[in-house]
C-alpha cells in the first residue's frame, strides 16, 4: 500500500484527527456533565458539584415510576425483536435466493423506511393507526416499531444468506429434507450468529427510537426515551439532578445492550460482505 505523504495530505489528515478528536471530546464532556449532575446535591458556578448523593436516582425511580417505564419498554422492545425476526429472516431469504421482475423495486421499498426521516412517514402512520383505534396502545407502539425494524432486519440478512453455497441446500434436499426441516436443521444453524446481530441491532434501535413511539405512544405503552422527553418537557418544577439521573439510566440501558450487539457483529463486517 502506497501511502500519500504529500503537505495537502497530511494537512488533510491532521485536519480530520482534529475534527474527531473534538467531536468525541464535545459528546464525553456532555455525558460527564449529565452524570456529574446526577450524583450533585448542588452544583452552582463551580467546577464540580459541593457534594456527592445518589439521592436523586432514589427520587427518580420512584417519581417517575422507572420500574414500571422500564417493564413496558422492554415488553415492547423483546416483541419488536420477536416479530421482526419472524418477518424479516424467511423475507430476506426470499430476496437472497428468489429472481423476479420486481426485486429491485422491493429492495427499494425495503429500504425506504430506513433511508427517510422517521418523522416524515411516522405522521401519517400514526393517523392510521389512531383511526384504527390502535393508537395510545401497546400493539399501536409495536407495529409502529416494526415498519423500519422488519426492512432492516432484510438488509443485515441478506448478505450473510448470500454466502451460504445453495448447493448445501440442494444437498438437504438430495437427502429428503422438507421446507421445514431444511429451513430448521441447515439455515437456521448456519444463520444463527447473523440473526442474533441482526436482532440485537434492532433492540438498541427500538429503544433509542423517539419519533415513532413517541407519535403512537400512550399513557400506558411509552418507552423509557419518551418518558425523559415528557420529564423534561412537562409543566411544573423537578430537580434537574433526578432528570440526569433518569438520562442516565436511559443511556446506560442503551449502551449496555449496543456492546452486547458490537460483541456479535461488526459493522465493518456488515458493510464488506453488502459490498462483494
Do not use: C
Amino acid at each position: 500500500m502506497i501511502r500519500d505523504t504529500t503537505i495537502g495530505a497530511k494537512l488533510w489528515a491532521t485536519a480530520v484527527w482534529v475534527f474527531t478528536g473534538f467531536f468525541v471530546l464535545n459528546i464525553a464532556a456532555m455525558m460527564a456533565t449529565v452524570v456529574t449532575s446526577s450524583f450533585s446535591t448542588r452544583w452552582l458556578r463551580a467546577w464540580l458539584p459541593e457534594a456527592f448523593t445518589t439521592r436523586w436516582y432514589v427520587s427518580a425511580w420512584h417519581e417517575f415510576q422507572l420500574g414500571d417505564l422500564l417493564t413496558v419498554t422492554f415488553q415492547i422492545v423483546f416483541t419488536v425483536v420477536a416479530l421482526s425476526g419472524l418477518l424479516g429472516v424467511p423475507a430476506a431469504y426470499a430476496l437472497a435466493r428468489r429472481n423476479f421482475p420486481a426485486k429491485r423495486l422491493v429492495l427499494l421499498v425495503f429500504l425506504l423506511p430506513l433511508l427517510v426521516p422517521p418523522m416524515t412517514f411516522g405522521i401519517p402512520l400514526a393517523t392510521v393507526l389512531y383511526q384504527s383505534g390502535l393508537g395510545g396502545t401497546f400493539w399501536g407502539v409495536v407495529l409502529a416499531n416494526l415498519v423500519p425494524s422488519v426492512p432492516f432486519v432484510v438488509v443485515v440478512m441478506i448478505p450473510f444468506i448470500e454466502q451460504i453455497d445453495p448447493k448445501v441446500e440442494s444437498a438437504a434436499r438430495v437427502f429428503g429434507a422438507n421446507t421445514f426441516q431444511l429451513f430448521r436443521h441447515v439455515l437456521v444453524p448456519m444463520l444463527m450468529p447473523a440473526v442474533l446481530a441482526a436482532l440485537l441491532l434492532v433492540l438498541v434501535r427500538t429503544i433509542a427510537m423517539f419519533e415513532l413511539t413517541f407519535l403512537t405512544a400512550g399513557p400506558t405503552s411509552q418507552t423509557l426515551v419518551v418518558a425523559l422527553y415528557y420529564s423534561v418537557f412537562a409543566a411544573g418544577v423537578r430537580a434537574v439532578q433526578s432528570i440526569d439521573a433518569m438520562a442516565v439510566i436511559y443511556t446506560a440501558t442503551t449502551l449496555v445492550w449496543l456492546l452486547i450487539a458490537l460483541r456479535f457483529v461488526n459493522p465493518t463486517q456488515i458493510v464488506g460482505r453488502s459490498s462483494r
